[in-house]
């Protein structure tokens, strides 16, 4: 009797515990399928802050090049070197504000492109 309890008992068993895993399966399949919109909605803030970035960076260098301008008409006359100095700094300050936002571009395209195609 104890091995018809046991047969038994072992034909109980599998059913049972495909029924508690069962609900562990769904809520994981529900997590999955959550991951990529979550994924998608990290990568949509990011281009947001991008964007928001290359407007910044845009002002800013609008702001250097209207110092620039203001200096280089300035320029006539005995050569100031400390207007020098100045006008050397912009132009570095300038393409370096040139090169992020470049890189930020491309940044942007990129992502852009990952949230069109659902890539990661």
């Known amino acids: 009797m104890s091995s018809i309890a046991i047969a038994s008992g072992v034909c ?6 495909q029924r508690r ?7 994981r ?3 999955e399928r959550r991951k990529p919109a ?3 909605q990290a990568q949509w803030d ?25 200096l280089l008409a300035q320029r006539e006359g005995p050569t100031d070197i400390l ?6 700094e912009l ?19 990129e992502l852009a492109s990952q949230i069109e195609h659902g890539s990661p």
């Open 83 to 88: 207007v020098e100095r100045e006008i050397n």
């Open 12 to 17: 109980y068993a599998e059913p049972m515990k």
């Open 91 to 109: 132009h570095r300050r300038h393409a370096l504000l040139e090169d992020q936002m470049l890189h930020q571009m491309v940044r942007a395209d």
């Open 21 to 27: 895993q069962q609900p562990h399966s769904q809520l």
């Open 38 to 40: 979550q994924r998608q």
């Open 46 to 70: 990011e281009l947001k802050n991008i964007h928001a970035l290359l407007h910044e960076l845009a002002w800013e260098i609008e702001e250097v090049q209207q110092r620039l301008e203001t």
């Open 29 to 31: 399949g529900r997590v």
